[in-house]
């Protein structure tokens, strides 16, 4: 339900996380990128002459976009001294994470570079977030995990993307509790609200079926974002986990109000609510006005479904005609039954035993309560003889019998004050 996979193309893995390729000759480092206590910057280190040299031929292939060349040149480097070895498998990293299909490699090189801790502050930086995201490419979550917390250690800096980045991998790599700390941050430090943190860390809730936390996050989301469908019906979804129909029931009439609610499981909750919170009739009306505009397909369930709504507002000949329509598309002996049961109170009677006929000539079960539901129907239809009928058949069933018995004597007594023989 709520994975969201990061992925990240090649093209910003090398150049959205900083990790901009630049020529040996202009390796000076600007601005520190650690802000740690007590942090000095130390000296800048630049490549040896003969590696530079190479180098620099690599770099001028790169800005030709002849990227084979470059990396050929860049492996056939044989660099003695460490700086100027984990230099250049920092550019070999750099140019493989832009190619397709060589992440798993890139990130060997990338790893070689920092370990050794010679980089440059900026470089050295930069190649830890760029080994969060590749790793993050790469599935190896626990590396990210790893290179993340490398990289706001070394740097003493928070950063809301990479707090978003490591709250997604905690979610893929199972650590659903480690979500919560990160993804707090993350929405902290946005100048901007941004849904990811608030998803993840929603996430991390209803997996692990924490619903009133859930909850809460899903009324921030709401607040922060209003204008988006898929929070409301979210939230009133996640008030029905809670049980708390009320809230429930508001959140999705203002998101009904609004224009959200488009989908046709999110109408007949609405209506399910309306159902239960005893209005069935705004439950009817609005399921036939959108079955009339098309949103739904017109099938014996749905015409069930209204037809219950009916009943319960006490609308019995529309709630009877209805099922007469879902008989018709179904067959469904209950269909029938029902629809007997409403023209019986509806004083019907003529059209309750039709339709009640239908119910026995299509199997329905315990057809012993049909027989009594004719009983009643014939009996006030003034039918003395097809009461006692059913009255009998009604007997059969234990469950039935004391209220049959009781009923049996009464229609003798009505035939024999009409002169009927029965």
Not at 2 to 19: E, I, N, P, Q
């Given at each position: 339900m709520?994975?969201?996979?990061?992925?990240?193309?090649?093209?910003?893995?090398?150049?959205?996380?900083?990790?901009?390729?630049?020529?040996?000759?202009v390796?000076?480092?600007?601005n520190?990128?650690?802000?740690?206590?007590?942090?000095?910057?130390?000296?800048?280190?630049?490549?040896?002459?003969?590696?530079?040299?190479?180098?620099?031929?690599?770099f001028?292939?790169?800005?030709?976009?002849?990227?084979?060349?470059?990396?050929?040149?860049?492996?056939?480097?044989?660099?003695?001294?460490?700086?100027?070895?984990?230099?250049?498998?920092?550019?070999?990293?750099?140019?493989?994470?832009?190619?397709?299909?060589?992440?798993?490699?890139?990130?060997?090189?990338?790893?070689?570079?920092?370990?050794?801790?010679?980089?440059?502050?900026?470089?050295?930086?930069q190649?830890?977030?760029?080994?969060g995201?590749?790793?993050?490419?790469?599935?190896?979550?626990?590396?990210?995990?790893?290179?993340?917390?490398?990289?706001?250690?070394?740097?003493?800096?928070?950063?809301?993307?990479?707090?978003?980045?490591?709250?997604?991998?905690y979610?893929?790599?199972?650590?659903?509790?480690?979500?919560?700390?990160?993804?707090?941050?993350?929405?902290?430090?946005?100048?901007?609200?941004?849904?990811?943190?608030?998803?993840?860390?929603?996430?991390?809730?209803?997996?692990?079926?924490?619903?009133?936390?859930?909850?809460?996050?899903?009324?921030?989301?709401?607040?922060?974002?209003?204008?988006?469908?898929?929070?409301?019906?979210?939230?009133?979804?996640?008030?029905?986990?809670?049980?708390?129909?009320?809230?429930?029931?508001?959140?999705?009439?203002?998101?009904?109000?609004q224009?959200?609610?488009?989908?046709?499981?999110?109408?007949?909750?609405?209506?399910?609510?309306?159902?239960?919170?005893?209005?069935?009739?705004?439950?009817?009306?609005?399921?036939?006005?959108?079955?009339?505009?098309?949103?739904?397909?017109?099938?014996?369930?749905?015409?069930?479904?209204i037809?219950?709504a009916?009943?319960?507002?006490?609308?019995?000949?529309?709630?009877?005609?209805?099922?007469?329509?879902?008989?018709?598309?179904?067959?469904d002996p209950?269909?029938?039954?029902?629809?007997?049961?409403?023209?019986?109170?509806?004083?019907?009677?003529?059209?309750a035993?039709?339709?009640?006929?239908?119910?026995?000539?299509?199997?329905?079960?315990?057809?012993?309560?049909?027989?009594?539901?004719?009983?009643?129907?014939?009996?006030?239809?003034?039918?003395?003889?097809?009461?006692?009928?059913?009255?009998?058949?009604?007997?059969?069933?234990?469950?039935?019998?004391?209220?049959?018995?009781?009923?049996?004597?009464?229609?003798?007594?009505?035939?024999?004050?009409?002169?009927?023989?029965?």
């Amino acid at each position: 339900m709520m994975k969201r996979t990061f992925k990240m193309s090649a093209a910003a893995l090398v150049f959205g996380a900083g990790a901009m390729l630049s020529a040996p000759t202009v390796l000076a480092q600007v601005n520190s990128p650690v802000v740690c206590p007590g942090y000095e910057k130390g000296k800048t280190t630049l490549v040896g002459e003969r590696v530079g040299k190479k180098v620099q031929k690599a770099f001028e292939a790169y800005n030709q976009d002849l990227m084979d060349e470059a990396l050929t040149i860049l492996i056939d480097i044989e660099a003695s001294e460490a700086f100027d070895k984990a230099y250049v498998d920092r550019f070999i990293g750099n140019l493989m994470a832009s190619q397709e299909g060589q992440g798993t490699r890139a990130l060997g090189y990338l790893v070689n570079a920092v370990e050794p801790k010679v980089l440059n502050d900026l470089e050295h930086a930069q190649t830890l977030k760029l080994l969060g995201d590749l790793s993050m490419q790469e599935t190896k979550y626990n590396d990210a995990i790893k290179y993340y917390n490398a990289w706001m250690d070394f740097t003493c800096k928070e950063d809301a993307d990479v707090y978003t980045r490591l709250t997604q991998a905690y979610y893929e790599s199972k650590q659903l509790d480690m979500m919560i700390e990160p993804a707090d941050k993350a929405i902290a430090l946005y100048e901007e609200p941004n849904k990811n943190p608030y998803v993840l860390k929603l996430t991390s809730f209803y997996e692990r079926k924490m619903f009133p936390q859930t909850v809460a996050v899903a009324e921030e989301l709401v607040r922060m974002f209003p204008g988006e469908d898929r929070w409301w019906t979210q939230l009133g979804l996640f008030y029905l986990l809670v049980e708390d129909f009320d809230k429930a029931l508001s959140t999705f009439e203002v998101a009904y109000s609004q224009g959200f609610l488009t989908k046709e499981n999110h109408i007949k909750t609405l209506a399910q609510l309306y159902q239960t919170s005893g209005m069935p009739h705004k439950a009817a009306e609005l399921l036939e006005k959108h079955l009339k505009e098309g949103l739904f397909e017109k099938d014996a369930d749905l015409l069930a479904t209204i037809a219950n709504a009916h009943h319960q507002a006490k609308n019995f000949t529309q709630a009877a005609s209805l099922y007469a329509q879902a008989a018709q598309l179904s067959s469904d002996p209950e269909h029938y039954r029902k629809q007997g049961t409403l023209l019986l109170v509806a004083e019907d009677y003529r059209g309750a035993i039709t339709a009640l006929n239908n119910a026995l000539e299509r199997g329905i079960e315990n057809p012993a309560k049909v027989h009594f539901t004719l009983m009643e129907a014939n009996f006030y239809a003034g039918n003395f003889r097809q009461a006692y009928n059913h009255v009998l058949e009604a007997k059969k069933d234990r469950s039935l019998r004391r209220n049959a018995s009781a009923w049996e004597p009464y229609i003798k007594d009505k035939a024999k004050n009409r002169g009927i023989s029965i």
